[in-house]
């Protein structure tokens, strides 16, 4: 099963920007789908951006206009561009797969 391994999570200020990857273990041209999603404290799992293997992309409402899902198949890797975050942008990130693969998460916290 492909592994992933995110990176890129941090504190940044309401308004600034953070880009996190997705590294895979191997190829994922031929992976139907790719998502990130997100987990606040005392919330459930959200999916937030997906990107399918034909470049079609899917945003949640709440991230939409800000969030920019891309993938880079030569690298094995998927990336959210994340601009005009918000302190309810705070969560830790997860990457997955629809082969079923999960990340180990990168917190993101917006701060003053």
């Known amino acids: 099963q492909v592994q992933l391994v995110e990176s890129g999570g941090g504190l940044v200020q309401p308004g600034g920007s953070l880009r996190l990857s997705c590294a895979a273990s191997?190829?994922?041209?031929?992976?139907?789908?790719m998502d990130w999603y997100r987990q606040a404290p005392g919330k459930q799992r959200e999916l937030v951006a997906r990107i399918t293997s034909g470049g079609i992309i899917q945003y949640a409402g709440s991230v939409k206009g800000r969030f920019t899902i891309s993938r880079d198949n030569a690298k094995k890797t998927v990336y959210l561009q994340m601009n005009s975050l918000k302190p309810e942008d705070t969560a830790v990130y997860y990457c997955?797969?629809?082969?079923?693969?999960w990340g180990q998460g990168t917190q993101v916290t917006v701060s003053s």
């Open positions: 191997e190829s994922i041209f031929s992976i139907t789908f």
């Open positions: 997955h797969s629809s082969v079923g693969s």
